[in-house]
């Protein structure tokens, strides 16, 4: 990360942490009050934009929570609620997979 974008980072900590509403403004002034130079302004837009309306802190605390791995656990724990529905739809979904033509039944392979 720049200079720039470290400034912008910790500004808007400092705002969140505050209570504070993210603003342009407000980056930039944080950012003159801490004398760090060279910080232009596309930066503190940049960062005001991308968190607008967003809640800092709960980003933070989310941090490593991934939205796309939530969802498999459910669907296993779903699964073993059925009972004895579980292996049937595993076996569905073998028998699919097995109808996909592959290469060789096209007539050429790799190396033809």
């Given at each position: 990360m720049s200079q720039a974008e470290l400034?912008?980072?910790?500004?808007?900590?400092?705002?969140?942490?505050?209570?504070?509403?993210?603003?342009?403004d407000k980056l930039q002034t944080i950012i003159k009050a801490a004398k760090v130079e060279?910080?232009?302004p596309i930066w503190t837009t940049l960062f005001a934009k991308a968190?607008?309306?967003?809640?800092?802190?709960?980003?933070?605390?989310?941090?490593?929570?991934?939205?796309?791995?939530?969802?498999?656990?459910?669907g296993a724990a779903a699964g073993g609620a059925a009972g004895g529905d579980a292996p049937a739809e595993e076996k569905?979904?073998?028998k699919e997979e097995e109808k996909e033509e592959s290469d060789?039944?096209?007539g050429f392979g790799l190396f033809d």
């Open positions: 400034a912008a980072s910790y500004a808007a900590l400092i705002l969140a942490d505050d209570g504070v509403d993210v603003t342009a060279d910080v232009e968190l607008e309306g967003k809640d800092i802190k709960d980003l933070l605390l989310n941090v490593g929570s991934g939205g796309g791995a939530a969802a498999a656990p459910g569905k979904e073998e060789e039944d096209m």
